[in-house]
């Protein structure tokens, strides 16, 4: 299995301005994914976090409001930047292990409130 | 595009009922399949998994899953819930090589 942590595990923000959440693996993982969990709904892949290169954003998701880092294999940010009351959310940092047909493992995810 | 259906979105059992959520997908090439659960609080954990081979999947607490290829189906299955199964379900199928996508997932609430 893998251990991830994220850091801060909720906030509460206002309107306006940006937060940024970690991600940190216990081992080096190529696949590092941001997820968004909205109160009721599934999960929705905001981006995969690439080392060494942009990330690759999914459809409705761009990086002036989501930017991301990924500096190593073992870490990486999302910043969700001028926060509105619909960014209210839990964002959820995974990984896979196994190559391409690996297990996905999850971060226990920031809970962001946004007034 | 892939995409995951869960038709069951809240579920109520009580103790000791047998329990089958649904699952299906659209995509016609080779898929692995997930159950994932996320317990109140708590992170997501995977349930069980399949990959290939033998299409009736075993996995933790007494779950099981079968595979139907040919109605893209993947339900989750346990024969008699307990009151700690009360969680979040969520079906994922990922084509080798691409992202995951996650079902809308199924609230389990299991009453003693």
């Known amino acids: 299995s893998a251990v991830i942590s994220q850091k801060p595990s909720r906030d509460i923000c206002q309107r306006g301005t940006s937060l940024t959440i970690q991600c940190q693996v216990d081992?080096?993982?190529?696949?590092m994914f941001w997820y968004r969990q909205q109160p009721g709904q599934s999960l929705t892949l905001i981006a995969t976090?690439?080392?060494?290169?942009?990330?690759?954003?999914e459809s409705g998701f761009v990086i002036d409001k989501f930017p991301i880092s990924r500096p190593n294999l073992t870490f990486s940010t999302l910043t969700v930047s001028n926060m509105s009351p619909e960014d209210s959310s839990i964002y959820l940092c995974?990984?896979?292990?196994?190559?391409?047909?690996?297990?996905?493992?999850f971060g226990p995810g920031t809970r962001l409130t946004v007034l | 595009a892939q995409s995951v259906s869960q038709h069951n979105h809240h579920v109520i059992l009580s103790e000791a009922a047998s329990l089958e959520l649904g699952c299906n997908y659209s995509?016609?090439?080779?898929?692995?399949l997930f159950w994932y659960v996320q317990y109140p609080g708590q992170h997501l954990q995977l349930l069980l998994k399949?990959?290939?081979?033998?299409?009736l999947v075993k996995g933790i607490k007494g779950f099981e899953a079968e595979f139907i290829k040919s109605k893209f189906s993947f339900n989750l299955r346990k024969p008699s819930v307990q009151w700690s199964d009360t969680a979040e379900y969520f079906c994922a199928v990922n084509a080798p090589g691409n992202q995951f996508y996650f079902g809308t997932g199924t609230s389990l609430t299991v009453i003693p």
């Open positions: 995509y016609g090439g080779t898929v692995n």
């Open positions: 995974s990984v896979v292990r196994g190559g391409q047909s690996g297990e996905q493992f």
């Open positions: 976090a690439n080392q060494g290169s942009e990330a690759t954003y």
């Open positions: 399949y990959f290939s081979g033998d299409p």
């Open positions: 081992s080096q993982v190529t696949m």
